[in-house]
């Protein structure tokens, strides 16, 4: 598919500056890049982008995996409809909490360990999942899982601190959307991976457990990638850059806003003490607005990525594996739909501000509200798909939209902020869960009432006054003392 990101954004450089790509590499800047240099593994900046997105892909790999064998699965564990719904609230209820702590974590220990934690720890309820053998065990197995759908959050902190604040929303966009992919991926490849198990032999009660390995392995490669080749920021690990606080853990003070928008090695500042997280900012009107709004957009997209098969299956009477290709032509939208967001936030940014960034995410999710009504009412299936990747276009630049806000709203808090805003998307499809675990109303009927909601937040969204708030002074670095 061709990309639809402008070449003005994104540059190619060949990999013969320093050789091959490896943990060792020198840094060729020691501040945010303000190109996206796509085929370039140079810089730790580039590495990191691509390992990141592929971090958040594995990841939404492993977390939607059972999503498209449902079929097979409801079968196999006899669930009813109110018990599939209530797996689909378990799977990104844990989210919410996770996406809480894990900017918390972004923000202290930084995103390279917090995101090889979650990778090691997040594989094991996927690794597991096929020991599930009723209702209540694979009820708890998809609530465990459902913790890697913080993954979002690293990927996006780490992104920020990579790149200058004039390419920061697009950068945001390009891997957000491809981590997103993950969820489309997971959704074709799955069922293959099922059929492929059926045909050595195994019965399909057997088949989705086995398939669970896959992502689970996939999950190891990349924990170990991440761990070799990326860097916390351009300067460095923060064990590197900062200094210790009293009880041991890296201080980078600044974190990565101050670094993402100065473009200055010094914006990341020893101090001696531990710096403490702001919680009322959480009670900022504009964090509140852009909390419901990726409520609207990605958690609508989580959702959908969870019933999408199902849907198809009960409603057009699919196949389990045509069911999963169609379901995911939904998540490939994100290969530009989102990356498309950010740049034409970023575009409205320079033009506008960031009221021009609001009112384009106002009007993407107007759009994606009135796609979703006529997908509910499609009256056949051709129809139905061309609604589908209609309202997907815009709930995707929303998702982009919605980040290429994120980072300016108060930037010595972006860990915390996004991971709040990040929560609020799961947040939304945990609410939205309960619409199809129903059984007084049908798929139909539920992706209408989620349209009109749309459509309400994004008028709320509309007359939300967005502003960028300067950073306070961050004094020069210095040496730490020394004893």
Request: aromatic share 12%; hydrophobic share 50%.
């Amino acid at each position: 598919m061709k990309s639809t990101i402008p070449s003005r954004l994104i540059t190619t450089a060949s990999a013969n500056a320093h050789g091959p790509a490896n943990a060792a590499l020198p840094l060729t800047s020691a501040g945010p890049l303000d190109r996206i240099r796509l085929f370039s593994l140079n810089t730790v900046q580039m590495r990191t982008f691509h390992i990141t997105w592929l971090m958040f892909f594995v990841c939404f790999f492993g977390w939607f995996g059972l999503a498209p064998l449902m079929p097979a699965i409801r079968a196999d564990l006899g669930l009813s409809k109110a018990q599939v719904g209530n797996t689909i609230i378990a799977s990104v209820s844990s989210t919410i909490i996770a996406r809480l702590l894990i900017g918390k974590l972004c923000d202290r220990l930084g995103p390279r360990k917090t995101a090889v934690r979650l990778l090691l720890v997040g594989s094991i309820p996927v690794l597991l999942a096929g020991l599930a053998t009723d209702y209540t065990s694979f009820l708890l197995f998809r609530l465990a899982i459902g913790v890697i759908g913080g993954s979002f959050v690293i990927t996006q902190f780490h992104t920020s601190m990579m790149f200058a604040s004039n390419i920061k929303g697009t950068a945001n966009a390009i891997t957000g959307g491809w981590g997103n992919l993950g969820g489309g991926v997971t959704n074709m490849v799955m069922p293959i991976i099922f059929s492929a198990i059926v045909g050595f032999g195994y019965a399909p009660h057997m088949a989705w457990r086995y398939a669970m390995i896959v992502p689970a392995v996939m999950m190891w490669i990349v924990a170990f990638l991440y761990y070799r080749y990326t860097k916390d920021t351009p300067a460095g690990n923060y064990s590197e850059i900062g200094t210790v606080a009293a009880d041991g853990s890296a201080n980078p003070a600044g974190s990565a806003a101050s670094f993402g928008s100065s473009g200055a090695t010094g914006s990341i500042a020893g101090s001696g003490a531990s710096r403490s997280t702001d919680w009322s900012v959480l009670a900022d009107w504009r964090i509140i607005a852009l909390t419901l709004a990726y409520a609207m957009c990605f958690g609508m997209e989580i959702t959908f990525d969870n019933v999408a098969s199902l849907h198809f299956v009960d409603t057009f009477h699919l196949s389990q594996h045509s069911a999963g290709f169609w379901a995911g032509l939904f998540g490939f939208m994100n290969l530009f739909a989102r990356a498309l967001g950010g740049y034409f936030s970023d575009r409205a940014g320079f033009r506008w501000g960031m009221r021009g960034k609001g009112s384009l995410l106002a009007a993407a999710l107007l759009l994606e509200g009135l796609g979703l009504i006529a997908f509910a009412h499609a009256p056949s299936f051709p129809i139905a798909i061309a609604f589908m990747l209609t309202f997907a276009l815009f709930l995707k630049m929303a998702n982009g939209a919605v980040y290429g806000i994120v980072p300016f709203i108060n930037e010595k808090n972006v860990g915390l902020i996004s991971g709040v805003v990040g929560a609020g998307g799961n947040l939304g499809g945990m609410l939205f869960g309960f619409l199809f675990k129903s059984e007084s109303i049908t798929y139909g009927e539920a992706f209408t009432y989620i349209g009109l909601t749309v459509v309400i937040i994004a008028a709320i969204v509309s007359i939300t006054r967005f502003r960028k708030e300067s950073p306070a002074p961050v004094p020069e670095m210095t040496a730490p003392a020394t004893a």
